[in-house]
């Protein structure tokens, strides 16, 4: 998965967070449906843990409650109770100053949800007025989690996350099983915060892999629909080999020695819990394997992710600290770089669209045609420049014209079929393919009709989507897919232009296109 850069961090390790010592400190789980369990005592091991019984399955109370817990997190009830504990514990900021965090230069703002049942979300503001080189906050080491806690020692974490089993999924499962831990977990204001923020990014909008079948033909005609689908598929690959993680890590069998993932958590829970750390986890730089994924306090998302933002979260010596790139105002929400994601990775992995993202992209795939006669001489010259016998070109926002003349040299190899023509492109240099004014008119009009095949795949145009977006009162998930599939019509009526302003400029309209048995496949 594509998450973005920004921390660099380490926590103790955690055959001291395994202590029977009163000053436990527990990472987190975040973001599940409410668990239900049936709990025995087990004196030897730590006081604060509660191993379930072996056949006891945690099951979802509700399908929009995505952390487990034991009361109902939304409405007034809900409202009552977090100001109740946040007079109990304080809120997060003030757990963190009590835990390690130094002054500091943000605060924690609040915006309401578009659903007036969920609470509002809380984002990191800053508290004065800052320059870009300022130092926002700086959080101890001691306050972020990483795989290398989870798993006992970097040498088991490098051998889980280079087979069967990515970084999130061993995050999820450690993080899941001390969701139980509830009020006497060290992280417990922590895990209180990411309750209230439910998954949901800067457009308060779950990642679209826990949307409803219903919500998911949003989407219906982009790609990223079979994206969605094909990650939840992997998610499903990754919940059936956490046994294996529970019996290869030492940490986690002497901790729970009782809880057999597949058996304490369905995979509703894992998915949800997947996608959350997914939500708030942060690609570390310049640090080992185990250390490369991080969940922090103040980062996402709290703060919120944009395109063309630069800051970072970035290790220093024994803590992670925020360096703004820019000017804010006291109270201005605080934003980093998500790193160069397209569209599609910012809905599937934060739940949000940047309609100013410079990264946005689509992809064309063209292949060449495997029945031609001259395939393997076609696909020898294709290696020779640098592409494949199946290649996959990038159309960014704005740069559609370039993109299809990328294309172009490809295609028109694909169309050579007079054998001597072959030979003579063989022995030349360079990319360059003799083709007739009719078979330039035929590899024109296949690419017009490929834009036009995809335009026709999307159940709405582009006027209507426009339409959609003027309404204020719109779904919110219904309004982020339509803004991403909108920028992707955009796209694709662009190159549909190019290459009919192609069309336009060839020497001769009257032209017929040449038939081409072996043309080369776009999809």
Not at 13 to 19: A, F, K, V
Not at 364 to 377: R, S
Not at 480 to 505: N, P
Request: hydrophobic share 35%.
């Amino acid at each position: 998965m594509e998450l973005c850069p920004v921390l660099d961090t380490c926590l103790p390790s955690p055959s001291r967070c395994y202590s029977s010592s009163s000053a436990v400190h527990r990472p987190l789980l975040l973001l599940l449906p409410k668990i239900s369990v049936s709990a025995r005592r087990i004196p030897s091991f730590s006081h604060s843990f509660r191993p379930i019984r072996r056949r006891n399955v945690c099951s979802s109370s509700s399908s929009d409650t995505l952390v487990a817990g034991s009361r109902k997190e939304d409405g007034k009830n809900g409202e009552a109770v977090t100001k109740m504990e946040e007079d109990e514990f304080g809120d997060l900021k003030a757990w963190m100053h009590e835990n390690g965090l130094p002054p500091c230069k943000v605060v924690l703002g609040e915006r309401a949800s578009h659903d007036r049942n969920h609470q509002p979300i809380h984002y990191v503001a800053a508290s004065e007025d800052l320059e870009a080189g300022d130092v926002a906050f700086s959080v101890p080491n001691s306050l972020v989690v990483t795989l290398e806690r989870v798993l006992g020692n970097e040498t088991v974490a490098e051998l889980l996350t280079t087979n069967k089993l990515s970084e999130l999924a061993c995050l999820a499962l450690y993080l899941m099983y001390e969701k139980k831990q509830g009020k006497k977990s060290f992280w417990y204001p922590y895990i209180r915060e990411l309750d209230r923020q439910r998954g949901r990014g800067q457009l308060a909008v779950e990642s679209p892999l826990i949307w409803s079948e219903a919500e998911l033909d949003y989407l219906s005609g982009s790609p990223t629909k079979s994206e969605v689908l094909e990650r939840a598929e992997g998610i499903k690959k990754e919940y059936n080999e956490l046994d294996t993680v529970w019996f290869m890590a030492g940490s986690l069998f002497q901790q729970y020695p009782y809880d057999i993932p597949t058996e304490a958590f369905s995979f509703e829970i894992f998915k949800q819990a997947f996608v959350a750390v997914q939500s708030c986890v942060v690609h570390l730089q310049k640090v080992s394997l185990a250390r490369r994924f991080a969940l922090v306090p103040l980062g996402p998302p709290l703060l919120a992710y944009r395109s063309n933002c630069k800051a970072m979260l970035t290790a220093v010596d024994g803590a992670v600290e925020l360096v703004v790139d820019r000017s804010y105002k006291a109270g201005e929400s605080i934003a980093v770089w998500c790193g160069p994601q397209p569209n599609s990775k910012l809905l599937l992995n934060y739940g949000f669209v940047d309609e100013d993202n410079p990264y946005d992209r689509l992809l064309v795939e063209a292949a060449l045609n495997t029945e031609d006669p001259q395939y393997q001489d076609k696909r020898m010259v294709a290696q020779r420049n640098g592409r494949l016998s199946v290649q996959t070109f990038y159309v960014y926002a704005g740069k559609e014209k370039e993109a299809v003349l990328d294309m172009l040299p490809y295609l028109r190899l694909g169309y050579v079929t007079d054998p001597s023509e072959m030979q003579s492109v063989i022995s030349s240099q360079g990319p360059v393919c003799p083709v007739s004014p009719c078979m330039e008119r035929a590899m024109l009009d296949q690419i017009a009709d490929y834009f036009k095949r995809r335009l026709a795949g999307y159940p709405t145009t582009l006027s209507e989507d426009e339409s959609l977006l003027a309404d204020g009162k719109l779904n919110p998930k219904k309004r982020v897919a339509t803004q991403l599939v909108r920028i992707e019509k955009k796209i694709l009526h662009s190159c549909l232009q190019v290459a009919i302003d192609f069309i336009d400029q060839l020497p001769d309209h009257t032209v017929s296109p040449c038939p081409a048995p072996y043309a080369p496949l776009l999809r």
